[in-house]
């Protein structure tokens, strides 16, 4: 830490992490269980269900940079971001439940249409909490270390919510019983409170009067939603290194995107039990869990550039090697995953790290925070990759041949079926790992420019 860096309190620190486990939750269990949720109870075709969640993820990418900029124009007028925030908090675990109510009368297409619905509004709901979450480090912490402290903390709660949903998710689906309507209502109401709860508990931390200079420099755009985009753009231009962390973080979020999405059907129809679902969780997160406080120390060591390829390349190797699934399926897959997932801590900790250094550099080179700018266009890029990443699994299924199923019916799928989910939870992940890596080559910031600035 340098001389001029403040000391973060920890009850600023605490509270900023319980924010994901709201984040955490919304980003694992629609992920992990809406795809599956149509094809496999709704009877939606896969690629039906891929276009709905698609859809919706495009209205979320549409609507992230208008919000961040509004974003900051609040900070400007009132010194706050609680706002958008609170009302993110409130709204999202309603539609959550929405989302998963769907009558059991309803046919494939009237319940699709339901879902994107519902789904839409749950989005928006989510970006009015998560853009401006996002922009707080730059506020809340004022150096590299700083920032690094309170984002690895942040990951440590990200992880063990996406291990609490990712495994708690499924159980409470199981509640239902035969009634596979039943049990993902369950799971939706619960699941919306903790959600709910996290978000409002972080909202806390947001601090005030901290915008009233930048209302005065008339930094921030006007109320147009032209003229928001104008400023997504303008941010992407004047940085590379936004521009390549950006790149970088949507090909992850393409690679885990398409490995969530696609973990239940590796547990119905490659091992063929519902229960390994929730120890693909466990065998991916808990490493993770312990794994991101260690990433921390790594980043300190060596630069969080150095880190975030190690960490890369180790999810990537252990991705790739589950290819193996195709000729021998069984419980030694638990290794690898577990492997990557001491690998994904560092993929979530070290870019979150890397983005307020981003945004505090650019804003010390051109005198203009536009931290809620940055936030809603790297939100719009985080939510593109995960939702193509179902996207891509569903045109996998499709090509292969995957039938769906409505409620509890049975089905048998095909050999190419199968193999099609294998390769999309294993192959596919590591190449688009192995081409984020060539984006992040790109990425020049260092600590050393990072203290150069905090000390002029």
């Known amino acids: 830490m340098t001389a001029t860096e403040r000391a973060l309190s920890r009850k600023t620190i605490v509270g900023y992490a319980l924010g994901s486990l709201g984040t955490g939750g919304f980003a694992t269990l629609p992920g992990l269980v809406l795809v599956f949720y149509l094809t496999d109870t709704l009877g939606v075709t896969a690629l039906l269900a891929g ?21 900051d124009r609040a900070l400007a007028r009132h010194g706050s971001r609680r706002g958008f925030m609170r009302a993110g908090a409130l709204l999202l675990p309603v539609f959550f439940v929405l989302t998963f109510a769907v009558p059991a009368e309803l046919e494939p297409a009237a319940s699709g249409v339901w879902v994107l619905i519902a789904f839409v509004l749950t989005a928006t709901a989510f970006s009015l909490f998560q853009v401006p979450y996002i922009a707080l480090p730059a506020e809340l912490a004022d150096g590299y270390d700083q920032r690094t402290r309170l984002l690895t903390w942040r990951v440590v709660v990200l992880t063990a919510a996406i291990l609490l949903f990712g495994a708690g998710g499924p159980m409470l689906r199981r509640l239902g019983g035969e009634n596979e309507y039943l049990g993902y209502l369950i799971m939706a109401v619960v699941a919306g409170v903790v959600i709910g709860v996290g978000m409002l508990l972080a909202s806390r931390v947001a ?104 960490a ?135 600590k050393s420019d990072i203290d150069r600035k905090v000390l002029v």
């Open 51 to 71: 276009a709905l969640v698609t859809v919706a993820k495009i209205w979320d990418v549409l609507i992230d940079p208008v919000i961040g900029a509004r974003s």
């Open 207 to 310: 601090p005030r009067g901290v915008g009233a200079h930048a209302a005065a420099s008339g930094a921030h755009p006007g109320g147009g939603i032209r003229e928001h985009y104008r400023a997504g753009l303008a941010v992407l231009r004047r940085s590379q290194s936004f521009r390549a962390l950006l790149l970088t973080f949507m090909l992850q979020g393409l690679a885990t995107g398409v490995m969530l999405a696609g973990a239940n059907y590796v547990a119905v129809w490659v091992l063929h039990s519902e229960a390994a679902l929730e120890l693909l969780f466990v065998a991916l997160i808990a490493p993770a869990l312990f794994c991101a406080p260690l990433w921390g120390v790594i980043a300190r060591r060596v630069g969080k550039e150095r880190g975030f390829v190690l």
């Open 312 to 446: 890369s390349v180790l999810f990537g190797v252990a991705a790739l090697s589950l290819t193996a699934m195709l000729w021998a399926p069984g419980a030694w897959v638990y290794l690898p995953v577990a492997l990557a997932g001491a690998g994904y801590a560092g993929m979530q900790s070290l870019p979150m790290a890397m983005l307020p250094d981003v945004i505090s550099h650019d804003a010390a080179e051109h005198g203009d925070g536009q931290a809620g700018t940055f936030s809603g266009v790297w939100t719009a890029g985080e939510t593109t990759g995960m939702a193509l990443g179902a996207t891509a699994l569903t045109v996998m299924l499709a090509a292969t041949g995957y039938i769906e199923s409505i409620g509890s019916a049975t089905v048998v799928q095909s050999e190419a079926a199968v193999t099609g989910i294998v390769l999309s939870f294993s192959a596919l992940p590591a190449a688009l790992i192995a081409a984020s890596l060539l984006s992040l080559r790109r990425y020049t910031l260092r």
